[in-house]
């Protein structure tokens, strides 16, 4: 086995080995128990994929993403955010009439027209894809790769230095709000993929512009890793308002969990796929979506359980709300 390989292995295991302390002797661990936990996921997947693409490993795009990009995306934060903002509340009564006409159940018409979810829901479906993809790639661009596998490679360590941080962040919030932090790592190591294989495909975008001066190809990628970013935030956000809603005076929401974290599970097994198949791609000197061509089986049956995978959040609405399917 390569040594990039038995690294994720060892890493993973290090992640999960955390999570079970933190279980057995109680949530008032050492903060490296967290810090190890939350970081365990996005490394092992950075490991993996180093060892199918090949190269030196990619310290400064991953040093340079863990900083750069989450102060970049602060700091644009709130210009995109108050853009967001300014457009939900010009038409924030038009929207809220317009929720109020539908024949839906009243938990969730309550909830939709409250300008807080409305916003939350503008902000994690675009403005953090728009704003994130942007700052991770940077990290990546002034790494200065000098090849189409070390742009690739280093859009995924850029994404992984991202989402470490991520992760400890949402698990520190976790610990300061009283909320059971190795849950939430659980939950966010289930998208490992996501922000590496987006930024990955940022790249790529970004090192065929360099080759060939096509700004078309630049905003593919670039798009492609939003595209992808907003999918994942997109629907598993519907899942939670979904669990959020029913949670007040009801045992229907822990009824939805398992669903929910079934859900979370198989869309990034899927995302950490396609990543497999770019990374293969990309390592063999290919077009690193080649893999994916509808003439081979295995294309087609990742992209149907993808298709299938995006029924889930409509299929927990008509489950929790049956008077909006019926109209």
């Known amino acids: 086995m390569k040594r990039p390989y038995l690294l994720a292995l060892v890493v993973a295991a290090l992640g999960v080995a955390a999570v079970g302390w933190a279980l057995f002797v109680g949530l008032e661990t050492a903060p490296i128990t967290l810090f190890v936990a939350a970081g365990a996921a996005p490394c092992a997947v950075l490991a993996a994929v180093w060892g199918r693409v090949g190269g030196r490993f990619p310290w400064r795009p991953l040093l340079l993403g863990a900083f750069i990009g989450p102060l970049v995306a602060v700091l644009a934060y709130p210009l995109v955010a108050a853009f967001a903002a300014?457009?939900?509340?010009?038409?924030?009564?038009?929207?809220?009439?317009?929720?109020?006409?539908?024949?839906?159940?009243?938990?969730?018409?309550?909830?939709?027209?409250?300008?807080?979810?409305?916003?939350?829901?503008?902000?994690?479906?675009?403005?953090?894809?728009?704003?994130?993809?942007?700052?991770?790639?940077?990290?990546?661009?002034?790494?200065?790769?000098?090849?189409?596998?070390?742009?690739?490679?280093?859009?995924?360590?850029?994404?992984?230095?991202?989402?470490?941080?991520?992760?400890?962040?949402?698990?520190?919030?976790?610990?300061?709000?009283?909320?059971?932090?190795?849950?939430?790592?659980?939950?966010?190591?289930?998208?490992?993929?996501?922000?590496?294989?987006?930024?990955?495909?940022?790249?790529?975008?970004?090192?065929?512009?360099?080759?060939t001066g096509r700004v078309g190809a630049l905003l593919k990628g670039y798009l492609s890793g939003v595209g992808i970013h907003a999918l994942w935030n997109g629907s598993i956000l519907i899942v939670g308002v979904v669990e959020t809603v029913l949670t007040v005076g009801s045992t229907e929401s822990a009824a939805l969990a398992p669903i929910a974290l079934?859900?979370?599970?198989?869309?990034?097994?899927?995302?950490?796929?396609?990543?497999?198949?770019?990374?293969?791609?990309?390592?063999?000197?290919?077009?690193?979506?080649?893999?994916?061509?509808?003439?081979?089986?295995?294309?087609?049956?990742?992209?149907?359980?993808?298709?299938?995978?995006?029924?889930?959040?409509?299929?927990?609405?008509?489950?929790?709300?049956?008077?909006?399917?019926?109209?």
């Open 262 to 327: 079934v859900y979370a599970a198989m869309l990034g097994v899927i995302l950490g796929t396609v990543l497999w198949i770019v990374a293969a791609g990309i390592a063999d000197e290919r077009q690193p979506l080649e893999g994916i061509s509808f003439r081979a089986a295995r294309p087609i049956a990742i992209w149907m359980v993808l298709s299938a995978s995006l029924l889930v959040p409509v299929a927990l609405l008509v489950l929790a709300f049956p008077g909006f399917y019926r109209g």
């Open 86 to 211: 300014a457009f939900l509340l010009g038409f924030a009564d038009s929207g809220r009439h317009l929720i109020e006409t539908l024949r839906a159940d009243p938990r969730l018409t309550t909830a939709l027209a409250s300008p807080w979810v409305l916003l939350l829901l503008i902000e994690l479906a675009t403005v953090a894809p728009i704003t994130e993809e942007f700052a991770k790639a940077l990290g990546a661009v002034i790494s200065r790769p000098k090849s189409r596998r070390e742009s690739f490679l280093f859009g995924v360590a850029a994404g992984v230095g991202f989402a470490i941080v991520e992760n400890i962040l949402y698990a520190t919030l976790g610990v300061a709000f009283g909320s059971p932090w190795p849950a939430i790592t659980v939950v966010r190591s289930m998208g490992a993929a996501v922000h590496p294989l987006a930024c990955g495909l940022v790249m790529l975008g970004w090192w065929e512009w360099r080759q």
